[in-house]
């Protein structure tokens, strides 16, 4: 019923930028919060940042100053811009949201995953 498509992540140098998309498509009646999480291999998925509905933003103290989250309502698309990136941001990167369906129920969904891997 509800798919998340993530797509932008590769390989970049250290102090490099890239940007992430993950869109929302299915019978979707509306979006909550949407966020990007990342996870390395042995580890727990961690936030990286949320973006609720309204626009309000939270970020992991690792990433913030450094990335951007962003959201077209209309489209049901969460972005996040990552510029400066380090070595030690290298991870797979997940998108999660919270999805209403036309049927009034809940999907709290996730993203099949995209890495993201700093050279340095």
């Known amino acids: 019923q509800v798919q998340l498509v993530e797509s932008g992540g590769g390989l970049v140098q250290a102090g490099g930028s890239l940007r992430l998309s993950c869109a929302a498509s299915?019978?979707?009646?509306?979006?909550?919060?949407m966020g990007w999480y990342r996870q390395a291999p042995g580890k727990q998925r961690e936030l990286v940042a949320v973006?609720?509905?309204?626009?309000?933003?939270n970020y992991a103290d690792a990433v913030k100053g450094r990335f951007t989250i962003s959201r077209d309502n209309a489209k049901n698309t969460v972005y996040l811009q990552m510029n400066s990136l380090k070595p030690e941001d290298t991870d797979v990167y997940y998108c999660?949201?919270?999805?209403?369906?036309?049927?009034?129920?809940?999907?709290?969904?996730w993203g099949q995953g995209t890495q993201v891997t700093v050279s340095s």
């Open positions: 973006i609720t509905s309204s626009g309000n933003t």
């Open positions: 299915g019978t979707i009646r509306s979006v909550s919060a």
């Open positions: 999660g949201a919270t999805i209403w369906l036309l049927n009034w129920s809940r999907r709290d969904s």
